[in-house]
C-alpha cells in the first residue's frame, strides 16, 4: 500500500530539506541552527524518504556515502582542531577570517564552521546508519 | 607544547577514525593499528617524564581560560595511568590477533573499537572537567558495549544487558549529579570546583550532587555493592575484549575516585573516609569469596578484579601519603599482572576451547612457558613477593596499621590468602595435571598470543624487584595528590581568555 | 663485601636462568657450578665470623621511605651458607644421577632458585628482605613438590604445603610491620642494639606471637605439622634438600635471628620449649606408626624441628651453646637418609617397612646398610656420632644445666627419644634384619643404579663420624670455633645421663621389636590436628564461596537497577546531611515562571504515566516522544530555541527508529511481576523521580553570582565572534564535549552495525537456530 503522492513528496522533499539544513547549519553560529540540529533535520529528510521508498533501499542506496559521511565528518571535527595545533595553539583554538564582498558586505569564514560540518556529516551518517541497521535486514524492497 | 596532553586521545581518534575507512582491509588496518599504538605509547612517555618531576601540564582547549572552556590536566596520577593503559593494550592488541576465529567478522571490529575505547579511557584520565569527563565515560561506555558483544551470541547479549542497564542508569545519575554541581557553583571544572568547596559554604544540592558523582564513579570501580554488573559480563565477552576491560574499565572508576576524593575533601576527609574504608574492606572480602565460588578460568580472574579495586580503594581511604602511593602502586601492578593472567588464561581457554575448569588439564607440561607466564601474575595478584602484588600490599599494611585501622588491614591481609587458594584452584585444575585436552589452539597463532603475555609476566617481575624506584615516583605522586593545591594551582595559572581579558583583547579583536 | 655476598645469593638464580635455555645435561654440570661458587665464596666468611664478630653490608632499596636492603652475615648466617652450599652440591651431583631426564631446565631452575632464596634469607639484615626470600622459598617449594604435577598425591601435598606456610608467611608479615612499627626499624641489628626497650614495651607480644606463627609453620611445629608429611610426594633429593637440611630450618633460623631481640621476652621460653617438645613428642609417635620409610624420616625430621625449636626456647637460660651442633647434625643425617631411602627405592624397589620387614638385604647391600646404620645411630645419638654431642647438648640444656632432677620437660624427652630409638631401629634393623632372602626382580638391576646414590649420602654421613671421634677439635675448631667445647665425649659423663641413656636403648629396643603392637594402640591416636580443620575450613570456605558466588549474581537487571537507584537515594540523602542544610533553604523560584507552565507539565507527567503502565509497545514509544515534546516546551520558556529545537528533532528521529525496531519485534506479554514486585518497583520508581527532581529543582533555583555560562555569554561575540552563544559553546567554548558527543554518535552506530554484521555471519552452530529467529 503505497501512496504514489507520498512518493512524489519525498523525491521532492529531500533536496529542499537537505538545503534548508545547509542554511541551519551555515548560519548556526549567529542564529538557532548548527551542524548538530542540520544533521537531524538531513536524517529526518532521509528517514521520510526511505519511509516512502523502503527504509533498506534508502539506505543501501546512500550506504557508501554514509560510511564515507561517518569517516569524513569525524576526520574533519579533529582536524577543524588540528589546525591550531598545526599553528602552535592549544587544540581546538579557532580562527576567524573576513573575506570582503564587492560592496560592502563580508564572508566570515572560521574554522569552527569546519568544526560545525563535520559534527553535520557525523550526525547525518550516524543516525542514518543506526536507523538503517535497525530496519534494514531482510525487508521487503520496493 | 601543551597540545601533548590531548595527544593520547586525538592519535586514538584519528587512528580509529582512519580504521573506520579501512575497515575492508583488515591486514592494512592491523598494521595501521598497531603503527599507531606505538605512537600512542610514545606520547604517554612525553607526559610521563615531565609529570613525575612533579610538573602538572595543563592543556586550555581552545585557548580558553578554565572558567570558560575546558581544560585538560596531565599531573602524575594521570600520566601513569595513560602509561600504563597504553603499554597493555598495546600487549592486548597484539595478542587479540591469535584469540578470533577465522571469518567470525569479529577482527575487522575489534580495531577500531579498540582505538575508540582508549580514547574514552585516555580522555578519563586526562580531562580536568567534570563534563568533559561525563562525555569521555560516554565514549568508552559505547565502545564497551560494542566490544562486549562482538560476536552477538544470544547467551552472551544476555548476560551483558545487566552491565549495559547498569552504565546507562549510572550515566544518568551522572549528568545529575554534574547537574547540580554546575547550578550550585557555577562550573563544571574540577579545579575550580575544589577552590569552592574550600572558600565558600555551599548548599545541599551540591553535596548530593557530589555524591552522586562519587557513587557513579564507585559503580565504575565495582565496588560494593555496585559491582554486579561486573562478573557476570566479562567472562562472557572475547577474550581479548575481557582482558581490555579488566585492565582498563574498572581502573578508571578507581582513577576518578583517586582524582576527585583530595579535591573535593581538599586533604580532610572525614566522612567519606569512613565510608570507604569500610566499603573498601567489604568489597575486597565479597570480592574474593565470589571469585573462589566460581567455577571458570575468566569467572574466576573477573570476579577477582572486584576484590581488587576494594584494595586500591582502601589505599584511598586511610589517605595518607604513603597509603595513597601504595594505593597507586597497586593499581599499576593490577593493570599488568590482571591483564597477564586472563590472556595467560584465554591460551589455556583456546587450547581447551572452554573457560570451565576441568576441560583442559596439564598445560604446564604442554605449554611450560604459558603456565610460567600465569604462575607469575597468579603470585603476584595474591601478593606473594618478589613479585609487583608484594609492595602493594605490603606498604598499604604499614600504612594502615599506623593509621590504626587494624580490622580494615587484616581483612586485606587474609584476603591476599584467599586470593592465593582461588588462584591454585585454577592452577592446579588446568596448569597441573596428566595433559588432557586440545593441545594447540584450535585456530589462531599462539605464539603472538604468548609473547605479549609473558612480557606482562616479565613487567611483574621487573616491578617486584624495581619496587624502590617505582615506589618513590608513587610517594611523589601521592604527595602531590593530597596536596591538592599543585594541581589546583596549576589549572588557574593555566592561562587562556576569560572575561577578564575583554577589556584588554578588544582593541585587538575588532578590525 | 657486598659483590660477595651479592654472588653468593644471585649465582643460583642466574645459572638457574641459564639452565633453562642450555640443554640437557650440560645443564646439570652448570648447576653443579652455583654450589660450588657459594661455599668458594662462602669459606672465608666463615673464617671470618665463626668465631664472633659480624658483617653489616648497607644497600638502599626504598630511600624515601625508609627501608633498606641491608646485608648481614654473622656466625649463625656463614653456618647456614655453608650448610646450604655443601648439601647443595651434593644434592646437586645426587640428582643428575638420580632423576636423569627428569632434571630438566625446569628443575634445575626452581631448585637453583630455592638455594639463592635460602642463602638471601640467611643473608639478610633487613627483615623485609627476609620475608621476601622466605615467600619465594615458599613458592619455589610448592613447584619443586608439584614436579611430578602428573600424581593427584604431589598436587595435593604441595597445595598444603603451600597454603599452611602461606597463613604462617602472613602472620610473619603482620608480624614484621607490627615489629617495625613499634621499633622503627626493620634492621636486625639496629634491633639486637634495642632489644631491651622492646622487650619492655608489652606490645612487642603480638608481634612476636606473629613471628613465631611463621617460624612454626616453616618448621612444621605442631599444630601444622601435618604438611611436611604431605609434602614428600617430592623426589628424594628434593624432600633431602628442603625438606629436612635446609628450608624446614628457615623457621629454626628465623627463632635465631630473634633471639638476640625477643630471648628475655616473657613468652619466649614457655612458648617454644612447650611447642617444641609437644612436637617432638607427636612427631616421634607418628614416626613410630610410620610403615612408609620417608614417611617415617618425614616424621622424624618434625621431632627434630620441634628439638631445634625447644633449644632455642631453652637456650634463654643455659646460653647458645651447641647451638650450631645440633642444626648441623640433623641436616647431616638426616639429608643422607632421604637420600639413601631415594636409593632403597631404586636398589630394593621399595621403601615399604611391610614388604622389606621381611627380607635380609644385609648380605646384599652391605655399603648401604652401613651407611643407614650410620645415619640411624646418628639419629639415636649414639657414641662416636656427631648426634651424641647433638643429644648431650639438649639434654643439657631441658635440664637447664646437669640432670639434678625429674621436670616434665625432661620427662617428655626421655620419652619423645626412646621413641627416636624405635624409629631408627625401624630404619635400620627393619629393612636389612629380616628372614628372607630379597627377590632379585624388584628394583632396578645394580649396574644401572649410580653409585653417586650412595657416595653423595656417604660424603654428607663423613662429618659425623669425624665429629663423633675426635669431639674436641671438630667442634672446638670447626663447627664452632673460638668456644671452649665442655662435652668432649661420652665417657666424661659417666652419671645419671649414661643410666637414662642406656635405659632409651633398651627401652627402645623392646619398643622396635613389638611397633606394630605399639602403634596399633588407640592411645595417642586421635591427636589434635589442625588438618582436619584445615581441611574442613577450606572446603567450608569454597562450599560458602560458590553459594555466596551464585547469591551476589541473583536477581536479574531489575534488582541491580533498584540497587543502583536506592544507593542514589542514600547519597544524595546522605549529601544533604552532610551539608548540614535542607535543600530549599534558598527558596522555591527556578526560572522564569509563566502561569500557565502547569499545563506542559501535566502533560508530561501524564505521558509518564502512561509510558510506564501501557502494555503494547508503540503508544509507549508515542507517549515517551510526549514527554519529551513536553519537555521542548520548557525550553522554550527559558527562552533556548536551539534546545528547543534539537529536543523536537532527537524526540522526531528517536521515535522513528524505535517504531522501526517495535515492528519487528513481539508484543509485551502480560505482566508478571507480583503484586508486591509492582509496588517496590513502583514505589522505588517514585521516590527516585522525586528525589532527582527535587534535587535538579535544588540546583537550579540556587543563585550563583559567577557561572561559567555568564563568562561565555560575554566572550561569545567579541571573541568567538557569534551571536549564538549555545552554538558558541558547543563548537568552539566547549568544542571538546562536542568533538566527543560525537564519536559517541559514530561509535552507537558503528557497534550496532558490528553487532547486525556479527549475527550475521557467525558460522552455524548450537546456537544457530536462536539466531534466525
Known sequence: MRSYILLAAARALLPVTVLFAIYMLLRGHNEPGGGFIAGLVTTAAIIIEGLAFGVAHTVRRLGRILTAFLVIGLGLAVLAGLIAVAAGDPFLTNYHWHMPLPGDGYVHLSTTLIFDIGVYLAVIASTTVAIGVFAGGEEETP | MMNLVAAPVLISLMTAVVLLALNHRPGTQRIVSIVSHLLLVASAVGLLVPTLAGEVLVLTLGNWAPSVGITWVADGLSAVMVFFALITSLLVLIYSEGTFDEGDGVRNYFHPLHHLLLAGVCGSFLTGDFFNLFVFFEIMLLASFAMISLGARPRQLNLTFPYVLVNLVGSTLLLGGIGAVYGTVGTVNMAEVSLAIQTQELPAAFWAGVGLILLVFATKAALLPLFFWLPDAYPIAPIAVNALFASLLSKVGVYTLFRSVPLITGGEVGVIQAVLVVVGAATMLIGVLGALGRSGIRDILSFHIVSQVGYMVFGLAVFTPLAVAAGLFYTVHNIIVKTGLIMAGGIAERMGGSQKLGVIKGVARTHPWVAAAFFICAVALAGLPPFSGFWGKFFLAVAGYQAGMYAATTIAIVVGLLTLSSMLKIWLSVFWGEPSGNKEPAFGNSKGMLVPTLVLAGIAVVMGFGGGPIMHYSMVVAENLLAVTPYVDGVMQAGGISADDLAALREGVER | MLLTLAVIIGIPFLIGGLALVIPRPWNGWLALLAPATVIALGLPLWMEVGGGGEILVPLSWFPDLGLTADLFVNRLGAFFVMLIGIIGLGIVQYSRYYLKEDATGWFWFLLLSFMGSMLGIVLADSLLLLFVFWELTTITSFLLIGIDFGKEEGRKGALQAFLVTGVGGLALLVGIVLLGQLAGTYNLTELYAMSGEIVADPRHTIPLILIFLGAFTKSAQFPFHFWLPGAMAAPAPISAYLHSA???????????????????????????????????????????????????????????????????????????????????????????????????????????????????????????????????????????????????????????????????????????????????????????????????????????????????????????????????????????????????????????????????????????????????????????SVQRGGEGLVSGTLAHASSLSRMLQLGGHPRYGSIILLVAIAVVIGGVAFSGRTLFDHGLVWGPNPEFAWFPALVVAIAAVFTVTLRKRIPKAVMMAVVGYGMAVFYVF????????????????????????????????????????????????????????????????????????????????????????????????RGMDTLGEIFVLGIAAFGAYALFRGRRHRPAGPEAEEVKR
Open chain 3, 638 to 733: 527559558f527562552r533556548a530555541p536551539d534546545l528547543a529545537l534539537t529536543q523536537l528533532l532527537v524526540e522526531t528521529v528517536s521515535v522513528i527508529l524505535l517504531l522501526l525496531i517495535f515492528r519487528r519485534m513481539p508484543e509485551l506479554g502480560d505482566d508478571i511481576r507480583s503484586v508486591r514486585r509492582r509496588v517496590v518497583h513502583g514505589v522505588v520508581a517514585v521516590v527516585v523521580g522525586l528525589t532527582m527532581g527535587a534535587l535538579a529543582w535544588a540546583a537550579g533555583s540556587y543563585h550563583v553570582a559567577e557561572r561559567a555560562g555568564y563568562e561565555q555569554i560575554r566572550l561569545a561575540l567579541p571573541i568567538a565572534e557569534g551571536r549564538n552563544v549555545v552554538n558558541v559553546i558547543l563548537v568552539d567554548f
Open chain 3, 246 to 528: 635446609t628450608m624446614v630450618k628457615a623457621g629454626v633460623f628465623l627463632l635465631g635471628r630473634m633471639f638476640p631481640i625477643f630471648s628475655e621476652a616473657a613468652i619466649w621460653l614457655p612458648t617454644l620449649a612447650t611447642i617444641g617438645l609437644i612436637t617432638f613428642l607427636v612427631a616421634g609417635w607418628n614416626a613410630v606408626k610410620s610403615s612408609d620409610l620417608k614417611q617415617l624420616l618425614a616424621h622424624s625430621t618434625v621431632a627434630y624441628l620441634g628439638v631445634l625449636t625447644a633449644l632455642y626456647g631453652f637456650y634463654a637460660r643455659v646460653g647458645l651453646e651447641g647451638e650450631l651442633v645440633n642444626i648441623l647434625n640433623h641436616a647431616l643425617y638426616k639429608s643422607s637418609l632421604f637420600l639413601l631411602i631415594g636409593w632403597m627405592e631404586k636398589a630394593m624397589g621399595s621403601r615399604d617397612l611391610a614388604i622389606l620387614e621381611k627380607e635380609r638385604w644385609i648380605g646384599r647391600e652391605k655399603l648401604g646398610a652401613t651407611l643407614i646404620g650410620i645415619g640411624a645411630f646418628a639419629m639415636i645419638g649414639m657414641p662416636f656420632l656427631l648426634g651424641f654431642m647433638a643429644k648431650d647438648t639438649f639434654f643439657y640444656a631441658v635440664a637447664e644445666g646437669p640432670i639434678e632432677g625429674l621436670t616434665l620437660a625432661l620427662v617428655i624427652t626421655v620419652l619423645a627419644s626412646t621413641l627416636a630409638v624405635i624409629y631408627a631401629l625401624k630404619l635400620w634393623a627393619g629393612v636389612f634384619f629380616g628372614s628372607e632372602e630379597p627377590p632379585t626382580g624388584r628394583g632396578y638391576p645394580r649396574n644401572k643404579i649410580s653409585i653417586w646414590l650412595l657416595v653423595v649420602p656417604a660424603l654428607l654421613l663423613l662429618p659425623q663420624v669425624v665429629g663423633g671421634v675426635i669431639p674436641a677439635w671438630y667442634l672446638g675448631q670447626v663447627v664452632e670455633p673460638g668456644t671452649t667445647w665442655q662435652g668432649v665425649a661420652f665417657w666424661q659423663y659417666l652419671d645419671v645421663k649414661l643410666v637414662i641413656t642406656l635405659a632409651m636403648l633398651v627401652a627402645g629396643y623392646f619398643g622396635y621389636r613389638h611397633w606394630r603392637a605399639i602403634a596399633a594402640t588407640p592411645f595417642l591416636s586421635k591427636l589434635p
